[in-house]
């Protein structure tokens, strides 16, 4: 599956952005989505992971509560809809695909090429 990540940019503290990941070849459905992003200097972390069809979400601490994880199979798209950014947040967020509901980024068997995040405070 081939996966190409979107909606990033320029956004003030507080501000809001929705990030998309679109999906083609293979049946997206089949697929847990994850979102990991990496800061300047920083190793690469998990930000939120979501299961088959949905229903089934985790984010990460720093995230929960401003972060929401989504998916539309239909639309073989995910999402990832950020609230409340902090300057904290800024870096290049990518979106994963792979067949378990893990945080743990090796796991994941295929990868967008990343978004970046810049969030100015």
């Known amino acids: 599956v081939q996966l190409q990540a979107s909606g990033g940019g320029l956004v003030q503290a507080g501000g809001s952005l929705r990030l998309s990941c679109e999906a083609s070849?293979?049946?997206?459905?089949?697929?847990?989505m994850g979102w990991f992003r990496q800061a300047p200097r920083k190793e690469r972390e998990f930000v939120a992971v979501?299961?088959?069809?949905?229903?089934?979400?985790y984010h990460a601490d720093s995230v929960k509560g401003r972060f929401t994880i989504s998916r539309d199979n239909a639309k073989n798209t995910g999402y990832l809809q950020m609230n409340s950014l902090k300057p904290e947040d800024t870096a290049v967020y990518y979106c994963a695909a792979g067949p378990l509901f893990t945080r743990s980024s090796s796991h994941y068997d295929y990868w967008g090429q990343g978004t970046l995040v810049t969030v100015s405070s």
């Open positions: 070849g293979r049946t997206f459905s089949t697929y847990v």
């Open positions: 979501i299961g088959l069809s949905g229903g089934t979400t």
